[in-house]
Protein backbone atom coordinates (compact mmCIF):
# COMPACT_ATOMS: atom_id res chain seq x y z
CA UNK A 1 0.00 0.00 0.00
CA UNK A 2 2.76 2.65 0.75
CA UNK A 3 3.45 2.17 -3.46
CA UNK A 4 0.13 3.27 -4.00
CA UNK A 5 0.64 6.17 -1.40
CA UNK A 6 3.61 7.48 -2.78
CA UNK A 7 2.35 7.23 -6.41
CA UNK A 8 -0.21 9.79 -5.21
CA UNK A 9 2.24 11.85 -3.69
CA UNK A 10 3.95 12.33 -6.81
CA UNK A 11 0.63 14.35 -8.22
CA UNK A 12 1.11 16.94 -5.32
CA UNK A 13 4.75 17.63 -6.13
CA UNK A 14 5.18 21.09 -7.84
CA UNK A 15 5.19 24.65 -6.29
CA UNK A 16 2.10 26.19 -4.68
CA UNK A 17 -0.27 28.24 -7.13
CA UNK A 18 0.23 31.56 -6.24
CA UNK A 19 -2.61 34.27 -6.33
CA UNK A 20 -2.44 36.21 -9.84
CA UNK A 21 -0.31 33.34 -11.16
CA UNK A 22 -1.40 32.50 -15.02
CA UNK A 23 -3.74 29.29 -15.40
CA UNK A 24 -0.78 27.28 -17.28
CA UNK A 25 -2.87 25.87 -20.48
CA UNK A 26 -5.51 28.48 -20.58
CA UNK A 27 -6.48 29.58 -24.44
CA UNK A 28 -5.61 33.57 -25.12
CA UNK A 29 -6.35 36.51 -22.35
CA UNK A 30 -5.47 36.80 -19.00
CA UNK A 31 -6.80 33.60 -16.60
CA UNK A 32 -5.10 34.22 -13.78
CA UNK A 33 -5.33 31.76 -10.82
CA UNK A 34 -6.57 31.86 -6.92
CA UNK A 35 -4.63 30.27 -4.18
CA UNK A 36 -6.81 27.31 -3.05
CA UNK A 37 -4.14 25.66 -1.62
CA UNK A 38 -2.81 23.27 -4.18
CA UNK A 39 0.09 22.81 -6.28
CA UNK A 40 0.54 23.34 -10.37
CA UNK A 41 0.24 19.75 -10.82
CA UNK A 42 -2.65 19.12 -8.66
CA UNK A 43 -4.22 21.47 -10.88
CA UNK A 44 -3.46 19.72 -13.86
CA UNK A 45 -3.86 16.18 -12.60
CA UNK A 46 -7.55 16.95 -11.28
CA UNK A 47 -8.10 18.40 -14.83
CA UNK A 48 -7.15 15.44 -17.00
CA UNK A 49 -7.37 12.07 -14.89
CA UNK A 50 -9.50 9.49 -15.79
CA UNK A 51 -12.30 8.65 -13.43
CA UNK A 52 -13.72 5.66 -16.23
CA UNK A 53 -16.44 7.97 -18.00
CA UNK A 54 -16.41 6.39 -21.34
CA UNK A 55 -18.66 8.36 -23.74
CA UNK A 56 -17.29 7.35 -27.14
CA UNK A 57 -13.90 6.07 -28.95
CA UNK A 58 -11.13 8.43 -27.99
CA UNK A 59 -10.52 8.42 -32.15
CA UNK A 60 -13.36 9.08 -33.18
CA UNK A 61 -13.47 12.29 -30.53
CA UNK A 62 -10.16 13.30 -31.98
CA UNK A 63 -11.35 13.12 -35.46
CA UNK A 64 -15.25 14.02 -35.58
CA UNK A 65 -16.30 17.28 -37.25
CA UNK A 66 -19.33 19.26 -36.46
CA UNK A 67 -22.70 18.63 -37.53
CA UNK A 68 -22.56 21.73 -39.70
CA UNK A 69 -19.04 22.28 -41.60
CA UNK A 70 -16.18 20.52 -41.37
CA UNK A 71 -14.70 22.06 -38.09
CA UNK A 72 -13.61 19.43 -35.20
CA UNK A 73 -16.23 18.96 -33.12
CA UNK A 74 -13.46 19.79 -30.37
CA UNK A 75 -12.64 23.19 -31.59
CA UNK A 76 -11.68 25.39 -28.68
CA UNK A 77 -14.11 27.84 -30.17
CA UNK A 78 -17.08 25.26 -30.00
CA UNK A 79 -16.15 23.89 -26.66
CA UNK A 80 -16.14 27.98 -25.57
CA UNK A 81 -19.60 28.21 -26.90
CA UNK A 82 -20.41 25.61 -25.33
CA UNK A 83 -18.87 27.10 -22.21
CA UNK A 84 -16.47 24.64 -21.22
CA UNK A 85 -12.94 25.27 -21.00
CA UNK A 86 -10.37 25.08 -23.60
CA UNK A 87 -7.10 24.10 -22.98
CA UNK A 88 -3.49 24.01 -24.52
CA UNK A 89 -1.51 20.70 -25.41
CA UNK A 90 0.75 19.60 -22.89
CA UNK A 91 2.15 16.28 -20.85
CA UNK A 92 -1.05 16.44 -18.79
CA UNK A 93 -3.00 16.90 -21.73
CA UNK A 94 -1.51 16.03 -24.96
CA UNK A 95 -4.44 16.46 -27.59
CA UNK A 96 -5.38 20.08 -25.81
CA UNK A 97 -8.84 18.97 -24.77
CA UNK A 98 -10.56 21.01 -23.00
CA UNK A 99 -10.45 20.82 -19.35
CA UNK A 100 -12.16 17.83 -18.43
CA UNK A 101 -12.19 16.02 -21.45
CA UNK A 102 -9.95 12.72 -20.30
CA UNK A 103 -8.27 9.90 -22.17
CA UNK A 104 -9.40 6.30 -21.03
CA UNK A 105 -7.74 2.68 -21.42
CA UNK A 106 -9.67 -0.04 -20.96
CA UNK A 107 -7.15 -2.51 -18.69
CA UNK A 108 -8.21 -5.98 -21.19
CA UNK A 109 -8.90 -4.64 -23.72
CA UNK A 110 -6.28 -1.47 -24.09
CA UNK A 111 -9.66 0.25 -26.31
CA UNK A 112 -9.06 3.91 -25.92
CA UNK A 113 -12.28 6.45 -25.10
CA UNK A 114 -13.01 10.21 -24.59
CA UNK A 115 -14.87 10.85 -21.46
CA UNK A 116 -15.02 13.43 -18.53
CA UNK A 117 -13.40 14.06 -15.51
CA UNK A 118 -14.74 15.64 -12.37
CA UNK A 119 -12.92 19.19 -13.47
CA UNK A 120 -15.46 19.32 -16.86
CA UNK A 121 -17.98 20.04 -14.58
CA UNK A 122 -16.61 21.62 -11.51
CA UNK A 123 -14.29 24.22 -12.75
CA UNK A 124 -15.28 27.49 -13.34
CA UNK A 125 -14.24 30.80 -14.94
CA UNK A 126 -15.50 34.56 -13.70
CA UNK A 127 -14.82 37.33 -15.92
CA UNK A 128 -14.43 40.89 -14.59
CA UNK A 129 -12.73 44.03 -16.47
CA UNK A 130 -11.16 41.70 -19.17
CA UNK A 131 -9.82 39.32 -16.48
CA UNK A 132 -10.44 35.31 -16.59
CA UNK A 133 -10.48 34.44 -12.90
CA UNK A 134 -10.21 30.27 -12.66
CA UNK A 135 -12.18 28.96 -9.80
CA UNK A 136 -10.98 25.35 -8.88
CA UNK A 137 -13.92 23.02 -7.75
CA UNK A 138 -16.45 25.71 -8.85
CA UNK A 139 -19.82 25.36 -11.02
CA UNK A 140 -19.01 24.72 -14.66
CA UNK A 141 -21.19 27.22 -16.80
CA UNK A 142 -21.11 24.27 -19.67
CA UNK A 143 -23.80 23.52 -21.19
CA UNK A 144 -24.02 19.55 -20.88
CA UNK A 145 -27.64 18.98 -22.37
CA UNK A 146 -26.55 21.27 -25.62
CA UNK A 147 -23.20 19.13 -25.52
CA UNK A 148 -25.19 15.95 -25.97
CA UNK A 149 -27.11 16.92 -28.63
CA UNK A 150 -24.54 18.78 -30.55
CA UNK A 151 -22.71 15.69 -30.12
CA UNK A 152 -25.40 12.72 -31.71
CA UNK A 153 -25.85 15.24 -34.25
CA UNK A 154 -22.55 15.24 -35.35
CA UNK A 155 -22.40 11.36 -35.04
CA UNK A 156 -25.24 11.75 -37.28
CA UNK A 157 -23.69 13.48 -39.90
CA UNK A 158 -20.93 11.50 -40.35
CA UNK A 159 -23.20 8.89 -40.65
CA UNK A 160 -24.91 9.94 -43.08
CA UNK A 161 -22.60 11.60 -45.67
CA UNK A 162 -20.14 10.19 -47.07
CA UNK A 163 -18.00 13.01 -47.27
CA UNK A 164 -17.80 13.45 -43.45
CA UNK A 165 -17.24 9.65 -43.32
CA UNK A 166 -14.30 9.73 -45.57
CA UNK A 167 -12.45 12.41 -43.65
CA UNK A 168 -13.33 10.09 -40.49
CA UNK A 169 -12.08 6.63 -41.64
CA UNK A 170 -9.15 8.16 -42.97
CA UNK A 171 -8.33 9.69 -39.70
CA UNK A 172 -9.42 6.98 -37.48
CA UNK A 173 -8.47 4.14 -39.77
CA UNK A 174 -5.52 5.42 -41.40
CA UNK A 175 -5.73 6.73 -45.12
CA UNK A 176 -4.96 2.69 -46.73
CA UNK A 177 -7.58 1.12 -44.82
CA UNK A 178 -9.60 -1.80 -45.97
CA UNK A 179 -13.22 -1.70 -47.51
CA UNK A 180 -14.34 -4.06 -44.97
CA UNK A 181 -12.74 -1.95 -42.52
CA UNK A 182 -14.71 0.90 -43.17
CA UNK A 183 -17.76 -1.31 -43.06
CA UNK A 184 -17.31 -2.69 -39.74
CA UNK A 185 -16.27 1.56 -38.40
CA UNK A 186 -19.38 2.26 -39.97
CA UNK A 187 -21.24 -0.14 -38.51
CA UNK A 188 -19.53 0.53 -35.01
CA UNK A 189 -20.67 3.97 -35.15
CA UNK A 190 -23.77 3.58 -36.17
CA UNK A 191 -24.29 1.76 -32.60
CA UNK A 192 -22.93 4.44 -30.75
CA UNK A 193 -24.75 6.83 -32.29
CA UNK A 194 -28.17 4.89 -31.22
CA UNK A 195 -26.36 4.32 -27.59
CA UNK A 196 -26.20 8.20 -27.10
CA UNK A 197 -29.10 9.33 -28.90
CA UNK A 198 -30.81 6.89 -26.59
CA UNK A 199 -29.84 8.13 -23.65
CA UNK A 200 -30.47 11.52 -24.60
CA UNK A 201 -34.35 10.66 -25.35
CA UNK A 202 -34.73 8.77 -22.02
CA UNK A 203 -33.31 11.99 -20.23
CA UNK A 204 -35.43 14.81 -22.45
CA UNK A 205 -39.04 12.13 -23.25
CA UNK A 206 -41.22 15.07 -21.72
CA UNK A 207 -43.52 16.85 -24.22
CA UNK A 208 -42.52 20.75 -23.91
CA UNK A 209 -39.45 19.69 -20.74
CA UNK A 210 -37.47 22.68 -20.39
CA UNK A 211 -34.29 23.02 -21.75
CA UNK A 212 -31.27 22.61 -19.20
CA UNK A 213 -29.09 25.93 -19.78
CA UNK A 214 -25.65 26.53 -18.62
CA UNK A 215 -24.35 25.83 -15.73
CA UNK A 216 -27.17 22.96 -14.77
CA UNK A 217 -27.81 19.21 -15.20
CA UNK A 218 -30.33 16.73 -13.83
CA UNK A 219 -27.62 14.18 -12.09
CA UNK A 220 -29.48 12.23 -10.18
CA UNK A 221 -32.11 11.49 -12.77
CA UNK A 222 -29.56 10.58 -15.88
CA UNK A 223 -27.97 8.25 -12.75
CA UNK A 224 -30.65 7.03 -12.22
CA UNK A 225 -32.36 6.70 -15.86
CA UNK A 226 -28.46 5.19 -16.80
CA UNK A 227 -28.93 2.47 -13.94
CA UNK A 228 -32.70 1.80 -13.92
CA UNK A 229 -33.17 1.87 -17.65
CA UNK A 230 -29.11 1.68 -19.59
CA UNK A 231 -27.85 -0.95 -17.48
CA UNK A 232 -30.89 -2.51 -16.87
CA UNK A 233 -31.46 -3.33 -20.21
CA UNK A 234 -35.00 -1.72 -19.80
CA UNK A 235 -35.61 1.35 -22.42
CA UNK A 236 -39.03 2.24 -21.05
CA UNK A 237 -38.31 2.13 -17.58
CA UNK A 238 -36.44 5.84 -17.50
CA UNK A 239 -38.09 8.94 -16.03
CA UNK A 240 -38.25 12.33 -17.57
CA UNK A 241 -34.92 13.67 -15.72
CA UNK A 242 -36.72 17.49 -15.46
CA UNK A 243 -35.01 18.35 -12.06
CA UNK A 244 -31.75 20.20 -13.11
CA UNK A 245 -29.80 21.32 -10.53
CA UNK A 246 -26.78 23.61 -10.63
CA UNK A 247 -23.62 21.88 -10.20
CA UNK A 248 -22.11 22.06 -6.23
CA UNK A 249 -18.91 23.61 -5.70
CA UNK A 250 -16.59 21.25 -4.38
CA UNK A 251 -14.78 22.82 -1.28
CA UNK A 252 -15.61 21.69 2.13
CA UNK A 253 -17.50 18.39 0.10
CA UNK A 254 -14.73 15.64 1.57
CA UNK A 255 -15.52 17.12 5.14
CA UNK A 256 -19.45 17.30 4.88
CA UNK A 257 -20.85 13.92 6.76
CA UNK A 258 -23.83 13.42 3.62
CA UNK A 259 -23.43 15.10 0.34
CA UNK A 260 -25.46 15.54 -2.67
CA UNK A 261 -28.72 18.24 -2.92
CA UNK A 262 -30.87 16.61 -0.81
CA UNK A 263 -28.09 15.21 1.78
CA UNK A 264 -28.99 11.35 0.87
CA UNK A 265 -25.60 9.77 0.78
CA UNK A 266 -23.38 9.29 3.57
CA UNK A 267 -20.08 10.16 3.53
CA UNK A 268 -16.36 9.27 5.43
CA UNK A 269 -13.91 7.01 5.66
CA UNK A 270 -15.59 4.79 7.93
CA UNK A 271 -18.04 3.90 5.67
CA UNK A 272 -16.33 4.52 2.03
CA UNK A 273 -18.50 7.02 0.97
CA UNK A 274 -16.86 8.93 -0.96
CA UNK A 275 -15.79 5.99 -2.96
CA UNK A 276 -19.68 5.13 -3.26
CA UNK A 277 -20.13 8.88 -3.81
CA UNK A 278 -17.97 9.47 -6.97
CA UNK A 279 -18.75 6.14 -8.16
CA UNK A 280 -22.29 6.81 -8.76
CA UNK A 281 -21.24 9.79 -10.16
CA UNK A 282 -19.16 7.83 -12.92
CA UNK A 283 -21.76 5.84 -14.18
CA UNK A 284 -24.03 8.88 -14.57
CA UNK A 285 -21.61 10.49 -16.95
CA UNK A 286 -21.07 7.31 -19.48
CA UNK A 287 -19.32 4.53 -17.29
CA UNK A 288 -19.56 1.03 -18.23
CA UNK A 289 -21.49 -1.42 -15.96
CA UNK A 290 -22.22 -5.30 -16.47
CA UNK A 291 -24.77 -6.47 -13.61
CA UNK A 292 -24.49 -9.94 -14.00
CA UNK A 293 -27.71 -12.19 -14.69
CA UNK A 294 -26.85 -14.59 -11.83
CA UNK A 295 -28.01 -12.94 -8.31
CA UNK A 296 -25.83 -15.05 -6.65
CA UNK A 297 -22.20 -12.73 -7.83
CA UNK A 298 -21.45 -10.44 -5.88
CA UNK A 299 -18.81 -8.52 -7.52
CA UNK A 300 -19.68 -6.68 -11.15
CA UNK A 301 -17.05 -5.41 -13.95
CA UNK A 302 -17.41 -1.91 -14.67
CA UNK A 303 -15.25 0.76 -16.09
CA UNK A 304 -14.74 2.61 -12.68
CA UNK A 305 -11.10 4.07 -12.11
CA UNK A 306 -11.08 3.23 -8.30
CA UNK A 307 -7.55 4.20 -7.48
CA UNK A 308 -8.33 7.23 -9.42
CA UNK A 309 -11.26 8.04 -7.16
CA UNK A 310 -9.37 7.96 -4.35
CA UNK A 311 -6.61 10.16 -5.85
CA UNK A 312 -9.50 12.75 -7.10
CA UNK A 313 -11.00 12.80 -3.92
CA UNK A 314 -7.87 13.73 -1.87
CA UNK A 315 -7.23 16.36 -4.25
CA UNK A 316 -10.43 17.82 -3.61
CA UNK A 317 -9.75 17.18 0.12
CA UNK A 318 -6.80 19.37 0.04
CA UNK A 319 -9.38 22.43 -1.93
CA UNK A 320 -10.04 25.41 -0.43
CA UNK A 321 -12.44 27.95 -0.66
CA UNK A 322 -11.60 31.01 -3.08
CA UNK A 323 -10.96 34.43 -1.90
CA UNK A 324 -12.06 37.42 -2.86
CA UNK A 325 -9.51 38.67 -5.30
CA UNK A 326 -9.61 42.32 -4.12
CA UNK A 327 -6.91 43.13 -6.94
CA UNK A 328 -9.28 42.96 -9.08
CA UNK A 329 -12.96 43.40 -7.99
CA UNK A 330 -13.97 46.26 -6.01
CA UNK A 331 -12.36 46.23 -2.00
CA UNK A 332 -14.27 44.81 0.46
CA UNK A 333 -15.90 47.90 3.10
CA UNK A 334 -15.32 46.22 6.05
CA UNK A 335 -17.03 48.30 8.39
CA UNK A 336 -20.17 47.44 6.19
CA UNK A 337 -18.89 43.74 6.53
CA UNK A 338 -18.63 43.85 10.25
CA UNK A 339 -22.15 44.86 10.69
CA UNK A 340 -23.26 42.55 8.26
CA UNK A 341 -22.05 40.22 10.24
CA UNK A 342 -24.49 40.80 12.44
CA UNK A 343 -27.16 39.85 10.05
CA UNK A 344 -25.88 36.72 9.23
CA UNK A 345 -25.48 35.36 12.76
CA UNK A 346 -29.35 36.24 13.49
CA UNK A 347 -30.27 34.89 10.10
CA UNK A 348 -28.11 32.74 8.25
CA UNK A 349 -25.67 30.90 10.83
CA UNK A 350 -28.50 28.38 12.05
CA UNK A 351 -28.07 26.59 8.69
CA UNK A 352 -24.84 27.88 6.87
CA UNK A 353 -22.12 27.91 9.40
CA UNK A 354 -19.20 29.60 9.35
CA UNK A 355 -15.91 27.95 8.80
CA UNK A 356 -12.38 29.75 8.47
CA UNK A 357 -9.86 28.90 5.73
CA UNK A 358 -7.91 27.21 9.08
CA UNK A 359 -11.09 25.44 9.39
CA UNK A 360 -11.84 23.85 6.57
CA UNK A 361 -9.61 20.80 6.29
CA UNK A 362 -11.91 19.91 9.69
CA UNK A 363 -15.16 17.79 9.03
CA UNK A 364 -18.76 19.12 9.71
CA UNK A 365 -22.14 18.16 9.39
CA UNK A 366 -24.55 19.64 7.01
CA UNK A 367 -28.09 20.89 8.04
CA UNK A 368 -30.92 19.28 6.21
CA UNK A 369 -33.76 21.36 5.89
CA UNK A 370 -37.86 20.07 4.85
CA UNK A 371 -39.00 21.57 2.23
CA UNK A 372 -41.80 22.26 3.55
CA UNK A 373 -39.87 25.20 5.43
CA UNK A 374 -37.60 26.35 3.26
CA UNK A 375 -40.19 26.69 0.15
CA UNK A 376 -37.46 25.77 -2.40
CA UNK A 377 -38.55 24.15 -6.22
CA UNK A 378 -39.65 20.46 -4.83
CA UNK A 379 -38.95 18.87 -8.36
CA UNK A 380 -35.26 17.51 -7.80
CA UNK A 381 -37.00 15.28 -4.33
CA UNK A 382 -40.41 14.59 -6.12
CA UNK A 383 -37.65 12.32 -8.83
CA UNK A 384 -35.70 11.31 -6.27
CA UNK A 385 -38.98 9.34 -4.45
CA UNK A 386 -40.89 8.04 -7.30
CA UNK A 387 -41.15 4.39 -7.86
CA UNK A 388 -40.76 2.31 -11.04
CA UNK A 389 -39.43 -1.44 -12.01
CA UNK A 390 -36.38 -2.68 -10.57
CA UNK A 391 -35.67 -5.21 -13.02
CA UNK A 392 -32.12 -7.05 -13.20
CA UNK A 393 -32.29 -5.49 -9.38
CA UNK A 394 -35.39 -7.41 -7.76
CA UNK A 395 -33.93 -9.76 -5.37
CA UNK A 396 -30.86 -8.30 -4.82
CA UNK A 397 -29.14 -6.15 -1.60
CA UNK A 398 -29.09 -2.62 -1.43
CA UNK A 399 -25.35 -3.05 -0.19
CA UNK A 400 -25.17 -6.14 -2.31
CA UNK A 401 -23.67 -8.34 0.55
CA UNK A 402 -25.82 -6.24 3.27
CA UNK A 403 -29.02 -4.16 3.23
CA UNK A 404 -32.63 -4.76 2.74
CA UNK A 405 -33.91 -6.25 -0.59
CA UNK A 406 -35.02 -4.67 -3.27
CA UNK A 407 -38.22 -5.33 -4.16
CA UNK A 408 -40.36 -5.31 -7.82
CA UNK A 409 -40.27 -1.66 -7.30
CA UNK A 410 -38.46 0.76 -6.36
CA UNK A 411 -36.45 4.45 -6.33
CA UNK A 412 -33.21 4.53 -8.09
CA UNK A 413 -31.64 4.84 -4.60
CA UNK A 414 -30.63 1.53 -3.42
CA UNK A 415 -30.01 0.23 -7.32
CA UNK A 416 -27.66 2.71 -7.63
CA UNK A 417 -25.49 2.11 -4.14
CA UNK A 418 -25.65 -1.52 -5.38
CA UNK A 419 -24.08 -0.79 -8.77
CA UNK A 420 -21.49 1.07 -6.95
CA UNK A 421 -20.91 -1.27 -4.23
CA UNK A 422 -20.50 -4.15 -6.89
CA UNK A 423 -18.29 -2.25 -8.38
CA UNK A 424 -16.05 -2.03 -5.47
CA UNK A 425 -16.32 -5.72 -4.92
CA UNK A 426 -15.19 -6.74 -8.34
CA UNK A 427 -11.36 -5.17 -6.96
CA UNK A 428 -12.03 -5.59 -2.97
CA UNK A 429 -7.57 -4.24 -2.72
CA UNK A 430 -8.29 -1.90 -4.76
CA UNK A 431 -11.24 -0.25 -3.61
CA UNK A 432 -9.43 -0.30 -0.02
CA UNK A 433 -6.56 1.16 -0.94
CA UNK A 434 -8.37 4.24 -3.04
CA UNK A 435 -10.15 4.89 0.53
CA UNK A 436 -6.77 5.09 2.28
CA UNK A 437 -5.74 7.16 -0.76
CA UNK A 438 -8.45 9.64 -0.73
CA UNK A 439 -8.29 10.25 3.36
CA UNK A 440 -4.48 10.14 3.07
CA UNK A 441 -5.39 13.45 0.67
CA UNK A 442 -7.55 15.26 3.96
CA UNK A 443 -6.57 16.37 7.52
CA UNK A 444 -8.46 13.14 9.21
CA UNK A 445 -7.45 12.07 12.58
CA UNK A 446 -5.20 9.42 12.52
CA UNK A 447 -7.54 7.16 14.41
CA UNK A 448 -10.11 7.74 11.41
CA UNK A 449 -7.34 6.67 8.77
CA UNK A 450 -7.00 3.73 10.84
CA UNK A 451 -10.50 2.43 10.63
CA UNK A 452 -10.21 2.02 7.16
CA UNK A 453 -6.80 -0.38 7.24
CA UNK A 454 -7.62 -2.03 10.54
CA UNK A 455 -8.65 -5.36 10.00
CA UNK A 456 -7.30 -5.54 6.44
CA UNK A 457 -5.20 -8.83 7.09
CA UNK A 458 -5.17 -11.25 4.32
CA UNK A 459 -9.00 -10.42 3.92
CA UNK A 460 -9.54 -6.90 1.49
CA UNK A 461 -13.36 -8.94 0.49
CA UNK A 462 -14.28 -8.99 4.33
CA UNK A 463 -12.59 -6.37 5.10
CA UNK A 464 -14.36 -3.97 2.56
CA UNK A 465 -17.70 -5.70 3.22
CA UNK A 466 -17.28 -4.45 6.79
CA UNK A 467 -17.23 -0.68 5.57
CA UNK A 468 -20.00 -1.53 3.02
CA UNK A 469 -22.16 -2.42 6.21
CA UNK A 470 -21.24 1.01 7.83
CA UNK A 471 -22.36 2.98 4.59
CA UNK A 472 -25.95 1.18 4.82
CA UNK A 473 -26.15 1.77 8.72
CA UNK A 474 -25.33 5.06 7.69
CA UNK A 475 -27.67 5.62 5.03
CA UNK A 476 -30.57 4.38 7.31
CA UNK A 477 -29.58 6.42 10.36
CA UNK A 478 -32.51 8.35 11.14
CA UNK A 479 -33.92 10.36 12.60
CA UNK A 480 -31.36 11.87 15.29
CA UNK A 481 -28.90 12.29 12.11
CA UNK A 482 -31.06 12.21 9.20
CA UNK A 483 -28.78 9.69 7.58
CA UNK A 484 -25.69 11.23 9.07
CA UNK A 485 -26.59 14.94 9.03
CA UNK A 486 -27.41 17.10 11.81
CA UNK A 487 -31.30 17.93 11.71
CA UNK A 488 -32.89 21.32 12.38
CA UNK A 489 -34.74 22.08 14.86
CA UNK A 490 -38.06 22.76 13.16
CA UNK A 491 -37.95 19.80 10.70
CA UNK A 492 -41.20 18.04 10.13
CA UNK A 493 -40.98 14.24 11.03
CA UNK A 494 -42.75 12.59 8.14
CA UNK A 495 -40.35 15.00 5.84
CA UNK A 496 -37.57 13.53 7.33
CA UNK A 497 -38.61 10.32 7.14
CA UNK A 498 -39.20 10.26 3.26
CA UNK A 499 -36.47 11.83 2.68
CA UNK A 500 -37.89 15.41 1.55
CA UNK A 501 -35.10 17.94 2.97
CA UNK A 502 -32.66 20.13 0.98
CA UNK A 503 -28.78 20.31 2.48
CA UNK A 504 -27.39 23.42 4.00
CA UNK A 505 -23.30 24.07 4.24
CA UNK A 506 -20.81 26.69 4.84
CA UNK A 507 -20.85 29.69 2.46
CA UNK A 508 -16.82 29.58 2.18
CA UNK A 509 -16.24 30.83 -1.39
CA UNK A 510 -20.24 31.39 -1.99
CA UNK A 511 -19.58 34.47 -4.16
CA UNK A 512 -18.07 32.68 -6.71
CA UNK A 513 -21.04 30.06 -7.19
CA UNK A 514 -23.67 31.53 -8.68
CA UNK A 515 -26.37 31.56 -9.65
CA UNK A 516 -28.36 30.64 -6.51
CA UNK A 517 -30.76 28.47 -4.80
CA UNK A 518 -29.62 24.52 -6.01
CA UNK A 519 -31.55 24.94 -9.17
CA UNK A 520 -29.99 28.12 -9.94
CA UNK A 521 -33.02 29.75 -10.22
CA UNK A 522 -31.32 33.32 -8.46
CA UNK A 523 -29.35 35.29 -10.59
CA UNK A 524 -27.04 37.14 -7.65
CA UNK A 525 -27.20 36.74 -3.65
CA UNK A 526 -28.39 40.47 -3.94
CA UNK A 527 -31.99 39.01 -5.72
CA UNK A 528 -31.89 36.18 -2.77
CA UNK A 529 -31.92 38.52 -0.38
CA UNK A 530 -35.72 39.91 -1.85
CA UNK A 531 -38.65 38.17 -1.25
CA UNK A 532 -39.79 36.34 -4.28
CA UNK A 533 -42.42 38.71 -5.88
CA UNK A 534 -39.56 41.11 -6.18
CA UNK A 535 -36.90 38.76 -7.99
CA UNK A 536 -36.62 38.26 -11.68
CA UNK A 537 -38.75 35.93 -13.25
CA UNK A 538 -36.56 35.96 -16.25
CA UNK A 539 -33.08 36.23 -16.55
CA UNK A 540 -30.12 35.49 -19.43
CA UNK A 541 -27.17 33.19 -18.34
CA UNK A 542 -24.26 32.58 -20.92
CA UNK A 543 -21.56 35.44 -20.46
CA UNK A 544 -19.02 34.60 -17.53
CA UNK A 545 -19.24 38.21 -16.82
CA UNK A 546 -19.22 38.81 -12.94
CA UNK A 547 -21.22 41.73 -11.08
CA UNK A 548 -19.31 41.99 -7.99
CA UNK A 549 -22.07 44.58 -5.94
CA UNK A 550 -25.39 42.38 -6.61
CA UNK A 551 -23.16 39.00 -6.36
CA UNK A 552 -23.54 36.77 -9.44
CA UNK A 553 -23.19 36.82 -13.32
CA UNK A 554 -25.09 39.58 -15.50
CA UNK A 555 -27.85 38.79 -17.26
CA UNK A 556 -27.32 39.86 -21.37
CA UNK A 557 -29.10 38.59 -23.74
CA UNK A 558 -26.55 39.09 -26.55
CA UNK A 559 -23.80 37.20 -25.92
CA UNK A 560 -20.54 37.51 -28.73
CA UNK A 561 -19.13 33.70 -28.63
CA UNK A 562 -22.27 32.05 -27.56
CA UNK A 563 -25.91 31.81 -27.64
CA UNK A 564 -27.73 33.39 -24.53
CA UNK A 565 -30.17 31.11 -22.68
CA UNK A 566 -33.24 32.39 -21.17
CA UNK A 567 -33.85 31.20 -17.91
CA UNK A 568 -37.98 30.72 -17.18
CA UNK A 569 -38.52 30.62 -13.68
CA UNK A 570 -42.27 29.63 -14.16
CA UNK A 571 -41.32 26.25 -15.84
CA UNK A 572 -41.21 22.59 -14.28
CA UNK A 573 -38.00 22.77 -12.00
CA UNK A 574 -37.34 26.43 -12.62
CA UNK A 575 -38.91 27.77 -9.82
CA UNK A 576 -37.26 30.45 -8.03
CA UNK A 577 -39.38 30.41 -4.82
CA UNK A 578 -38.42 29.86 -1.04
CA UNK A 579 -35.26 30.78 1.41
CA UNK A 580 -36.68 33.83 1.87
CA UNK A 581 -35.13 34.10 5.67
CA UNK A 582 -34.48 37.95 6.43
CA UNK A 583 -35.98 39.67 3.06
CA UNK A 584 -38.62 41.48 4.70
CA UNK A 585 -37.16 42.07 8.25
CA UNK A 586 -34.21 43.90 6.65
CA UNK A 587 -33.92 47.11 5.03
CA UNK A 588 -31.96 47.74 2.10
CA UNK A 589 -29.18 49.12 4.20
CA UNK A 590 -29.44 45.90 6.24
CA UNK A 591 -28.88 44.04 3.01
CA UNK A 592 -25.81 45.87 1.95
CA UNK A 593 -24.24 44.89 4.79
CA UNK A 594 -25.09 41.38 4.40
CA UNK A 595 -23.93 41.07 1.04
CA UNK A 596 -20.64 43.07 1.84
CA UNK A 597 -20.12 40.26 4.46
CA UNK A 598 -21.43 37.13 2.63
CA UNK A 599 -17.77 38.91 0.03
CA UNK A 600 -15.70 37.81 3.22
CA UNK A 601 -16.50 34.20 3.42
Known amino acids: MSLVLSACATEQEGPMIEEDSSVAGAISRKIVNLDQNWTTDTQQAFYFTTQGSRILPYSWYIALEQAGNQILFRDNAHMQALRYLPDKKSHWNPDGLAVGFVKDTDKETKKEWMGFTCAACHTAQIDYRSVGIRIEGGPTMGDFERFNVALVDALNATYKSNGKFSRFSDAVLGKNHSADEEVILRNELKQQTLILAERNNINHSGKNQPDYGYGRLDAIGAIFNQILSHFNDMPNNGLIADAPASYPFLWGTHQSDVVQWTGFAPNGPASLGALIRNGGEVLGVYGQLDIPDKKSIKHYKSSISIINLGKLESWVAKLRSPIWPAEYFPPINLQLAAKGKLHYDRYCISCHQVMTREQQGDSYKAILTPLSEVGTDPQEIKNMLKQRLSGNFKGRKEGVV ?200
Open 402 to 601: VGDVIGEKTTGLSPLVNSVVGSLLEHPMESIEAAIIEYEGGLVEKSEKDKIISGIGDSSSKALEAKVSKYIELYHKQPEETKGAAINNKMNAGEIENGEVYKARPLAGIWSTGPYLHNGSVLSIAELLQPVNKRRKKFYLGTREFDPVNIGYVSKKTIADATAFEFDTGLVGNSNRGHEYGTVHLSDSDKKELLEYIKTL
